[in-house]
């Protein structure tokens, strides 16, 4: 489809990409593992489904991200899809130099990796692969447990902006 009121005439197609992902509506989550024996956490909106058999999601982290070099393969991992209201959570866990678990209620996965309690989703199991693609690494999850709260809304990303979930009851209340 071809728009001659083309708003994006003269910019790079950088500048075209981002606008235009930026467009699509997307879930925001906490990522969590351990390193070092530590609770470690990122903020990361790039995140999917990927395969019911074997179970398997995705996450696509920025190469300039301080969090990525914790995401080992082999090692635990827990994805939080956070619910309408946890915005300041989002913002919590994309700052640098904070503790991004102060203040944060979390319960523990079986892999003993920290969730975010209240999530409107969440899953747990182990990182299977990291493979560089362009500026961002995509990270594959084998899933091994995984729960949601179908009376909970999920927080959407939309635009460079949070977003609140525009209808009630969103998705049917049982599998």
């Not at 005439?9 to 990409?17: I, N, R, T, V």
């Not at 879930?27 to 790039?46: I, K, N, R, Y």
């Not at 949070?162 to 209808?167: A, M, Q, S, T």
Request: hydrophobic share 40%.
């Amino acid at each position: 489809m071809t728009d001659s009121n083309n708003s994006t005439a003269g910019f790079s197609l950088k500048d075209k990409l981002r606008g235009a992902s930026g467009a699509f509506p997307k879930g925001t989550t906490v990522v969590t593992t351990l390193h070092e024996g530590a609770d470690a956490g990122m903020t990361v909106s790039a995140f999917s489904s990927l395969s019911l058999d074997p179970p398997l999601v995705m996450l696509s982290v920025g190469n300039h991200s301080s969090s990525l070099p914790k995401l080992k393969v082999g090692n635990p991992v827990a994805i939080s899809v956070l619910a309408q209201g946890q915005a300041p959570l989002a913002q919590q866990f994309a700052r640098k130099g904070i503790d991004r678990f102060a203040g944060v209620k979390t319960h523990r996965t079986t892999l003993d990796v920290p969730v975010i309690s209240g999530a409107a989703s969440w899953f747990s199991g182990t990182i299977q692969s990291k493979t560089p693609a362009g500026d961002h690494t995509i990270v594959i999850v084998t899933v091994e447990e995984c729960d949601s709260d179908a009376s909970v809304a999920p927080l959407l990303y939309q635009g460079g902006e949070f977003h609140c979930w525009p209808e009630v009851g969103w998705r049917p209340s049982s599998i």
